[in-house]
């Protein structure tokens, strides 16, 4: 895998792009310019690695478009050395984002194939993500309470169990909606009782799968 001079003044495009669109996390912004979005496309379609787009990566899954990786990284508020619960590891690269801003990430990946892949692929990268094949739905109760968790599928609804996850001060980033859109939401957990809501604009995510939607 090579990152050129190419690469990066392409990275460095994209991130103005993004930066235009209303991204002012600086950090968020850091990350998307220092991780390699080529290196997780096919050699075939590298030409498409820095459009502002969704691309498909199997699975019925897509790459998020970098503006959405970059919206739902500025909604966490990430501090360096936190604790924090993706779910839907896909093809990796909104978890790597992550971890270059510095959190400690445990991310849980529903189809079997895209786990597999991450597994092998992220630690080349040199980051330490800790992966999960599992249902998303059902969070990583054994790993919590998280300092904030990320939603990066659709979902009909919240789940109490990722709520339950989160830490008093904690955030929860989630697409809540049908198939076809979604309202992105935070979820702040005030107390051990109390959360607030709050929406932030519509987005198109493909659809959280459970249990009982299982196809790998």
Do not use: W
């Amino acid at each position: 895998m090579i990152d050129s001079y190419k690469h990066q003044g392409l990275r460095k495009h994209l991130v103005e792009i993004i930066r235009g669109k209303g991204i002012t996390d600086y950090n968020v912004l850091a990350a998307i310019g220092k991780v390699p979005r080529h290196f997780f496309f096919d050699s075939s379609f590298l030409k498409y690695a820095y459009e502002d787009n969704a691309f498909p990566i199997g699975s019925g899954q897509t790459i998020s478009q970098p503006y959405t990786v970059a919206f739902q990284s500025q909604l966490l508020m990430l501090g360096k050395g936190q604790k924090v619960l993706e779910v839907g590891t896909g093809s990796g690269y909104q978890a790597c984002i992550l971890a270059e801003i510095g959190a400690k990430v445990f991310s849980i990946e529903r189809q079997k194939s895209l786990y597999d892949k991450a597994v092998q692929f992220i630690p080349t990268l040199g980051y330490r993500i800790k992966l999960f094949y599992g249902d998303g739905y059902k969070g990583l109760p054994a790993y919590a309470p998280f300092d904030k968790i990320i939603v990066t599928a659709g979902a009909p609804y919240i789940p109490d169990a990722l709520m339950e996850q989160l830490k008093p001060g904690g955030i929860l980033v989630i697409p809540v909606g049908g198939d076809d859109v979604q309202e992105m939401t935070t979820i702040t957990r005030i107390s051990e009782k109390e959360f607030q809501k709050r929406e932030h604009g519509k987005f198109r995510f493909v659809p959280l799968l459970e249990d009982k939607a299982r196809e790998d």
